[in-house]
């Protein structure tokens, strides 16, 4: 695929008139008015219904909204329409849920105020039966200050995604100076509020800052979005009790936390908790007819344990052996959890259901990287040369990526790897309804992935494809071109787990799921500086079954 988005972009009156022939006129309109200026979405489909979401701006006190779903563009052949309110108490932002649509249905729909309409958004419910083909756009980890969010534009412009995956990372906390600071000032994108996002103001106002960029707008409008969080919707590296980027003068974590969360769900087109369900217990099963399940649970909020510091054992990685021993010992403790034993229960029923409606795809919604990778032996001559110019930081954290390696240890303790026997109970739970084809699609690295995954005895688990960021760049991408490919083919070098990975590029995953194969592209953009871009597929990887097992092909 190669989209070059130049001679679409000549000649438009507004930066928020988007063009894209093959949608038959959905895309001519501009996707935001001074009333919508952050536009509209969708998400959290079902078979019969689907969040619809806008926010009214300029009002001062509580108003009236109508909304209206139809099968046509036209919006002339309603199948719901109804009224609700806003009001400041959630930040004039709408969500309805309207029940009793037509599954597998592709849907329209409006927002009214003040005789003022909405932009037209189209959204899809969840297919109920027989169901040949899905088409999944895979993202995560979308920095504001780093770039425009050009991958989302691309996301919108192609027809065939049926719906988006966001796996986390939707917002950013920090503050102007903060990660991606330099890029923002130059850029002309330096994160609104300016400070990092404390209070439920802080992250109402960053939520509408990355809802106005123009590919925001445009993805929103198009597909229906499925989203789990990871860490900076709140901030870096949460866990049950606490986060890697609170502090003390920040006020309680949990308050923090709390307004985060209150903000997310104002903000995101995703379904308000149950009543007596703790806003934190975010989780879903989304089935796809006969064809394939998307699961969903919680690893930040509720159950984590705190991340292991490496810095903290300084003594117990002397050796390789004692090394191994302290992973073995201590972060590979027993009680160390990802998720709750209530979230591994529902992972082991939506499986089970998957089975049982003979669906060949289980996809898990997976934020952090889920297989075995330890760190590469960085003693190459070309990564050698290439840190030997690097600045302070590089080198420092090349350096601890160095003995790492050296010790066998892998580098991401935020990662499932810092929580081995919790990756075992996970799969320990497939495994026992009869699951070894997981198909795991991973965010949080600003990296492609392609792996496989295997359980404690080497047992194959099925496989993970993860996706590079939208904006945000690997952690030493100014070391050069020459040097990151290096390092990704000493990875897989380093890891049977590992089949190819690709830290240089920013973009996402385009996967279409059919009943006999599944297809995977891994689509690079181009540019994220301005809004002309071109798109290019660096790879595609074909996934088939082999009886309970799934393989590359």
Not at 28 to 34: C, Y
Not at 362 to 383: C, E, G, H, M, Y
Not at 506 to 529: M, P, W
């Amino acid at each position: 695929m190669h989209i070059d988005r130049r001679e679409a972009l000549l000649g438009l009156t507004s930066s928020l008139l988007l063009a894209n022939r093959a949608h038959a006129g959905f895309d001519e309109q501009a996707w935001s008015n001074e009333v919508f200026a952050h536009g509209v979405a969708s998400g959290d489909p079902d078979t019969d219904s689907v969040v619809l979401w806008t926010r009214v701006s300029g009002l001062a006190n509580d108003a009236k909204v109508r909304w209206v779903v139809a099968s046509d563009i036209a919006m002339q052949k309603v199948v719901a329409q109804g009224m609700t309110s806003t009001s400041r108490a959630r930040d004039f932002t709408v969500k309805v849920v309207p029940n009793g649509l037509p599954s597998g249905a592709r849907l329209y729909f409006q927002f009214a105020v003040g005789g003022v309409k909405s932009p037209i958004g189209r959204t899809q419910t969840l297919a109920d039966g027989e169901l040949d083909r899905l088409v999944l756009a895979v993202a995560s980890c979308s920095n504001f200050p780093f770039g425009r969010f050009n991958g989302y534009q691309a996301i919108a412009d192609d027809p065939e995604i049926d719906v988006v995956v966001h796996l986390g990372d939707y917002i950013y906390e920090y503050s102007e100076t903060g990660y991606g600071g330099d890029d923002g000032r130059r850029l002309g994108r330096v994160h609104e509020p300016r400070h990092e996002t404390v209070t439920l103001s802080d992250y109402r106002r960053r939520h509408a800052q990355y809802k106005s960029d123009p590919g925001s707008l445009a993805m929103h409008a198009a597909h229906p979005l499925i989203a789990t969080w990871d860490d900076h919707e709140s901030t870096n590296n949460p866990w049950a009790g606490g986060a890697q980027n609170h502090q003390d003068d920040e006020g309680a974590w949990m308050d923090r936390r709390t307004v985060s969360l209150r903000a997310y769900y104002e903000w995101m087109p995703v379904r308000e908790p149950a009543v007596g369900q703790a806003p934190e217990h975010r989780r879903g099963h989304f089935s796809y007819g006969n064809l394939a399940s998307l699961i969903a649970v919680e690893t930040r909020h509720m159950a984590r344990s705190k991340q292991i510091e490496f810095s903290d054992h300084r003594d117990a990685l002397e050796s390789p052996e004692s090394a191994q021993e302290f992973y073995r010992t201590i972060v590979g403790a027993a009680d160390r959890q990802m998720i709750t034993d209530e979230d591994r229960r529902y992972f082991q029923n939506a499986l089970r259901a998957s089975k049982a409606n003979g669906q060949p795809w289980r996809i898990f919604l997976n934020q952090t990287i889920l297989a075995k990778v330890l760190s590469p032996n960085l003693q190459d001559t070309t990564f050698a040369n290439a840190v030997a110019k690097a600045d302070e930081s590089t080198a420092s954290l090349v350096d601890g990526l160095t003995s790492l390696g050296a010790l066998g240890l892998p580098a991401n303790m935020d990662a499932w790897d810092g929580y081995p026997q919790a990756r075992e109970r996970l799969y320990e739970a497939a495994a026992a309804v009869g699951v070894t084809d997981l198909l795991a699609v991973t965010g949080d690295t600003h990296v492609f992935w392609q792996n496989r995954l295997f359980d404690k005895d080497n047992r194959s688990m099925g496989l993970e494809l993860g996706t590079s960021g939208i904006t945000s760049p690997r952690g030493f991408s100014q070391l050069g071109a020459a040097a990151t490919q290096r390092f990704d083919e000493l990875t897989a070098e380093r890891n049977d787990s590992v089949d190819w990975v690709d830290g240089g590029h920013r973009g996402y995953i385009k996967l279409t799921l059919e009943h006999a194969q599944a297809t995977a592209q891994f689509v690079a953009l181009s540019n994220i500086e301005t809004r002309r871009f071109t798109t290019d597929v660096l790879r595609t990887v074909k996934i088939v079954r082999d009886t309970d097992t799934i393989k590359y092909t």
